[in-house]
């Protein structure tokens, strides 16, 4: 789940729409742009793509939402909710981004030529629809589907993006991903909006993500020290409702360090040293 200014012209997405993009590494760096050091996140990346804790993770997140999803299938279960929630259907909110889709790549492709996020090369990234299904997320929300629980993709990818991201899905094997249950961003980054729009109508069954903010605002724009305590308060919730997918590469855990400032890549990495707890 990466956050993202909106409100882009289109000119700018055709301009960053290039089917051989990415294959040009040795030429992304453009006059005159000023290549950052992005080795820090290497590990990160490799780790994501390369280490099978990583898969194994993932698929145990995934094992556990099963089983939950289970539980809550009991009809048993079901008659210890309120009346009200009894007759509601289920719904699943799934992110997207590093919770279904695996966008290491395109992460990738940046740390090695030296290039800092922007959006002609992430729109370029889901334009050419090859982000692969993160381990174990199409097998648990297809069997969630089969059941008749209606996932809803919440994620904060512009709205600009939508036609790529429904393909993507698809084409990873997902099932039932429409205009309808894929809300990406329209306004603001928060997901609040977008929850109530659903619990409105489901019952809520579990929410996935990889970031925090994807299953309450209780977490954004919060100080690592206020983002441990909320954790903290939530304790009970993980593993039950929030399902939480693992994420080294990026992600408010991120901003949260940087104190959600504007810095300088040279700042970051200050804050980055200043923050590591040292014997």
Same mark, same amino acid.
């Given at each position: ?70 539980a809550d299938l009991d009809t048993k279960n079901v008659r210890k909710l309120p009346k009200t929630e009894r ?51 199409v097998e648990f929300l297809n069997y969630a589907v089969s059941k008749g629980v209606k996932v809803f993709y919440?994620?904060? /990818?512009?709205? #600009?993006?939508?036609?790529?991201? %429904?393909?993507? *899905?698809?084409?990873?094997? @997902?099932? &039932? ?17 977008? /929850?109530?729009? #659903?619990?409105?109508?489901?019952? %809520?069954?579990? *929410?996935?993500?990889?970031? @925090?903010? &994807? ?29 939480? *997918? ?34």
């Amino acid at each position: 789940m990466r956050p993202r200014k909106y409100l882009v012209s289109l000119a700018l997405i055709v301009a960053g729409v290039v089917s051989s993009h990415f294959s040009t590494a040795s030429s992304a760096q453009a006059p005159g742009v000023e290549r950052v050091n992005l080795d820090y996140q290497v590990a990160a990346i490799l780790y994501q793509q390369k280490a099978a804790e990583y898969r194994a993770l993932c698929y145990q997140a995934f094992n556990l939402a099963q089983w939950r999803l289970n539980a809550d299938l009991d009809t048993k279960n079901v008659r210890k909710l309120p009346k009200t929630e009894r007759k509601m259907p289920r719904a699943i909110v799934v992110d997207i981004d590093e919770t279904v889709l695996d966008n290491s790549p395109a992460q990738a492709y940046s740390a090695k030529n030296g290039i800092g996020f922007n959006l002609k090369d992430w729109y370029a990234w889901g334009e050419m629809r090859k982000a692969k299904a993160v381990p174990g997320s199409v097998e648990f929300l297809n069997y969630a589907v089969s059941k008749g629980v209606k996932v809803f993709y919440i994620s904060n /990818r512009d709205e #600009v993006q939508k036609a790529a991201t %429904i393909e993507n *899905l698809q084409k990873a094997g @997902l099932k &039932d991903v429409s205009v309808d249950n894929v809300m990406l961003r329209t306004k603001e980054s928060s997901k609040d909006a977008r /929850r109530a729009t #659903v619990a409105a109508k489901y019952r %809520i069954v579990l *929410l996935a993500g990889d970031n @925090l903010d &994807d299953f309450t605002s209780a977490f954004e724009r919060k100080s690592v020290a206020d983002r441990f305590a909320e954790t903290d308060k939530a304790k009970n919730e993980w593993g039950k409702k929030f399902i939480v *997918l693992p994420n080294p590469m990026y992600g408010t855990w991120e901003n949260a360090i940087y104190e959600y400032g504007r810095l300088t890549e040279a700042q970051k990495s200050e804050k980055r040293a200043a923050a590591m707890e040292l014997p």
